[in-house]
């Protein structure tokens, strides 16, 4: 059973979510083989405030 964890900044739409697992779903089992009934999605929504790249935080973009 694949299990995919994705970490996203908050602020994406249900619908948004909706689109991605569905693409995220059809890859693995294409490349797997495996039943899309297998496939797990975790979606992990991130404050702004607790990512950052080159020591600036993205609250702060």
Do not use: W, Y
Not at 42 to 58: K, W
């Amino acid at each position: 059973m694949p299990i995919v964890t994705v970490q996203l900044l908050e602020g994406r739409t249900h619908e948004q979510k909706k689109a991605m697992v569905e693409k995220v779903t059809e890859a693995i089992v294409e490349t797997t083989n495996a039943p899309a009934e297998k496939v797990m999605i975790i979606i992990e929504d991130m404050p702004r405030d607790h990512f950052a790249t080159a020591g600036v935080l993205a609250s702060e973009c």
